[in-house]
């Protein structure tokens, strides 16, 4: 509903998946330019298909719709295992790290440590790939937003329970809190000048991904389906002190803040 209805506020939508086995037939049916990595190689877990093709798929998507207002989708492969198959050896700045020694059977706790290492530069390599994503938008001088959030975190052994990966029975800290990271061009905050200053003053605010949708449309100047209590870029924004999740035990969690130290 949410790409249907930037179309009926004259957007042009683009959808690029990088991550082979996500797909999403109502954002396909509703996008003007498409593209998944997995109808271009035989093997999308190989490290020929790394994220920073997004800025390829950017370029001529943005270029293909050629219209002044569009909306782009990218679900990238992030840090999602296998670990050491998510950046190039150059960004294999944290070792001792996986090797193609390191398979299902090393998966232990004695082993945290190249896990964390390995993970490490998945985000490093994350961290590359938009900074590059930045520096493209901000080339084009043209008003433009970028938003990026994690579906999950990771469990790596982080504590007593010995959990790894995510999606775990109990849910965990690890998996709950993620990064949420917006961008905005000089000359969105020249057009938008008060909804940057809401974003800033917001930044440090308690809240979740149900904040995703209503901030996006406020952040287009789309006020017909917002909530304004629920966006990051207005001035009715409620701080959401308290957090709940239902967890696969099917008992309600209260998430705590996260312990930074």
């Known amino acids: 509903e949410y790409m249907k209805l930037l179309r ?10 990088l991550w082979y086995v996500y797909t999403n037939k109502i954002v396909e049916k509703n996008a003007n330019y498409t593209y998944n990595s997995h109808n271009r190689i035989e093997d999308p877990t190989g490290d020929d298909n790394l994220d920073i093709d997004w800025l390829q798929i950017v ?3 943005i270029d293909k719709v050629n219209h002044n207002k569009v909306f782009a989708i990218f679900h990238s492969r992030g840090s999602h295992w296998r670990y050491d198959q998510r ?7 944290w070792q001792p790290a996986m090797d193609n020694l390191f398979n299902y059977n090393s998966l232990k706790p004695k082993n945290r440590q190249i896990l964390l ?5 998945t985000i490093l390599y994350t961290d590359y790939m938009l900074d590059s994503l930045i520096s493209l938008l901000a080339q ?4 433009a937003l970028m938003l990026y959030v994690s579906d999950h975190g990771e469990n790596l052994y982080d504590d007593d329970n010995q959990l790894i990966w995510h999606a775990s029975y109990k849910g965990t800290e690890w998996e709950y809190h993620i990064p949420f990271v917006i961008w905005y061009s000089d000359e969105y905050r020249q057009l938008h000048p008060e909804k940057v200053n809401m974003l800033q003053q917001h930044k440090h605010s308690r809240f979740c991904t149900n904040t995703v949708f209503h901030t996006l449309l406020d952040i287009a100047d789309i006020q017909q389906a917002t909530d304004s209590a629920k966006s990051l870029a207005n001035q ?26």
Do not use: C, W
């Open 8 to 17: 009926q506020m004259g957007y042009q939508n683009v959808k690029g998946y």
């Open 59 to 61: 370029e001529e998507g």
């Open 87 to 93: 950046y190039p050896k150059e960004f294999e700045h």
């Open 117 to 121: 290492n390995s993970y490490d530069n």
């Open 140 to 143: 084009r001088h043209q008003p």
């Open 236 to 261: 009715a924004f409620k701080n959401q002190d308290t957090i709940m999740v239902l967890t696969a035990e099917d008992k309600i969690k209260i998430l705590l803040p996260m312990n930074n130290n």
